[in-house]
Nanobody, 127 residues
Framework: EVQLQASGGGSVQAGESLSLSCAASGFSVNDYAIGWFRQAAGKEREAVSLMMSWDDSTYYTDSVKGRFTISSDHYKNTVTLKMTDLRPEDTAVYYC????????????????????WGQGTLVTVSS
């Protein structure tokens, strides 16, 4: 069965770091666009960081550029989001998600439809 399991959330102080992990099963991360979304209370869900492992294309929302780094490990079939210099505005439930790739491949992973979702992990950043 195609599944994603997110983990690594927690409570930290502003300026600290935290890493989130996403374990994929039932499919290879090399065959999907994959990454992280987040949703803060009262706000719309937004794409945070996405990637395509076959060409190392990445997407970062403006607010996390220079602070977050996404990476994948094909052999472990995992995706990691390293978050540094965390801010209170980063507080949200973070979801790992993936979108299947067919014959058409986009240059930017933001263009894929993300249909496989993990359960989410809460990140709380206090000031």
């Amino acid at each position: 069965e195609v599944q994603l399991q997110a983990s690594g959330g927690g409570s930290v102080q502003a300026g600290e770091s935290l890493s989130l992990s996403c374990a994929a099963s039932g499919f290879s991360v090399n065959d999907y666009a994959i990454g992280w979304f987040r949703q803060a209370a009262g706000k719309e869900r937004e794409a945070v960081s996405l990637m395509m492992s076959w060409d190392d294309s990445t997407y970062y929302t403006d607010s996390v550029k220079g602070r977050f780094t996404i990476s994948s490990d094909h052999y472990k079939n995992t995706v990691t989001l390293k978050m540094t210099d965390l801010r209170p505005e980063d507080t949200a439930v973070y979801y790992c998600a993936a979108g299947p790739v067919g014959t058409i491949r986009y240059a930017n992973p933001i263009n894929y439809k993300y249909t496989v979702w993990g359960q989410g992990t809460l990140v709380t950043v206090s000031s």
